[in-house]
């Protein structure tokens, strides 16, 4: 009895080692630190291993792998915070696209085609968002349900067939044709999702309803259109980052995107300290979680590791990660 | 300017049905300027029902209420605020993910001028200075309202309300979690608030400390309003009394049923 005494005092007393020292305090303050120092080794470790890990041609690589997944990881947060979901978002990164290239085939000129697509993925998330508001229908289920409506939609209007990404100059170099052109975009959503999420009323009442949305309702927020206006962002955002990506390869295909990256981007948001319950979140720290799952995926690319054996590690990375996550927020309540 | 007997904050045969539950059923109150009304009743009696439908939160099934003798319709929280009504609610409403300051700023954020952005600097010092001017201690304005004790939640809860400088102050039991010390600081706050002449209805199970502060008695009993009186050297007696009386028929009904039960078990 009384050993069990001693060690249970022993855990207590390590915590309160590992709780109070300064270096430990800054990364449960910094969550989104200590995943970027793994993500720092994992680059050191490949780079020892293949020596071309840091190549410009790599890094390009992984900086396009990354940004798409990153942007759509972006908004997801928001809907994690508010302990909602969209599984569909994938779908609208590959239904945006067409949406701009059959407005394009109409005679319009390329920027209506963007804008047409962008305002289709927004209005999306609109609807995914009233479903789930109004009727009440958790959004787990709204967004599967939407997530083969869109699917049928885009495999329907384009008869299955991927096409050539319409436009010519300098909009193709913006719109995801250049380089650096689509990491930019995603330090830039990066930046400004979290900017609204850390200084501004609606990143604030984002947090409010996610952490206590009767008390939220009780101070007269509306947590009805903080929800809505969540989803649209998130579905805004896939379509964006769909748009970018038919630029980058210069066709659209019907079966891009889909659920591969919108578990990515889900899991770069975990990864990145977001609980799937609510309440906690930030948009740097997805982005850090994203480039970690794309560093790794990469570097096992350029082992030659087997795509099977892929899964299997990448998805055991994943487990550890959001085990380290929820032991960080425990530690940090257990800190004060 | 309202006339002196006029209500501040007044309501009319309320109803309130939750399903096929009566949560209230006719019940009509009021409070005025510079009067503290103590609205007392049994857990589940409907009394957080009632400060919710006057507080914009829900809406009754029926009946009227009336803002400065006007009938207003109170469709949210943000229009009965803006009549000048302030509620600290029984669950406080506080978000635990939120700093103390943001909470206190629910709603009512400072931004720096001409920009959408928070104006944390400024949100702090005010919370801060407003929190040292009650007398609430707590270890900063920055923790987040998780890692506070439920007395320093509701202190900070009752800030909020206090901010905003309510006309109509309505408390849904504001001391349940206060020391004794901090509970006889807030009532001192709401006997202040009197004098300023605030309309106050406040909620409490322990009858000394409504009594202490209340003008005014109404019990709440099952949805109906069974007793109405002002506060008087003999008001603790005559509730005792109610509620032994009440613990009595209780008792006598479990009893006929329980010896109902047993004739059943003979037959
Ligand atoms: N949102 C709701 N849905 C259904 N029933 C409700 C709801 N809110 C309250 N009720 C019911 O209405 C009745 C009155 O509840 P209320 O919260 O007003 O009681 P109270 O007097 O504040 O009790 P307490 O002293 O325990 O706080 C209870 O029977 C309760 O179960
Ligand atoms: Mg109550």
Redesign the interface.
Known sequence: MSQSNTSQSQITSLRRQLTQNPVSQFFLKQREASIAIIGILLILYFETQTSVFLSRYNIINLFQFTAETAIIAAGEVMLLILGEIDLSVGNVYALAPFIMYFTVQDHFPIIVGILAGLLVSAFIGFLNGVVTVVLGIPSFITTLGSLYIINGLTLTISNGFPELTPGTGQIVNIMGGGSYSEMIWAVIVVFVLQ?VLS???WG?YT??T???I????????NTSLIKIGNFVIVAFLGGLSGILASFRISSIDPLAGGSTIMFSAIAGAVIGGTALNG??GTVIGSLIGVIVLSIIKDGFTLLGISAFTFDLILGISILVAMLLNVRLQMLR?AG? | MAEASASALRVEHISKNYGAVTALRDVSLGVKYGEALGLIGDNGAGKSTLIKIMTGYTAPTSGAIYVNEEQKHLHSVNYARSLGIETVYQDLAMISELSVFHNMFLKRELLIPRTPFLDNHRMKREAQEFLLTLGVKLPSVDVEVSKLSGGQRQAVAIARALFMNAKILLLDEPLAAMGAREGAAILELINNLKKKNVAIIMIGHNYAQVLEVCDRINLLQRGVITYDKIVSSNSMDELNDIIIREYRIDQKQAESSAAADGANIVH
């Open positions: 900017f200084r501004t009323r604030m947090f409010a996610g952490g206590n009767i008390g939220a309702k009780e101070v007269g927020i309440g906690v309540k004060n």
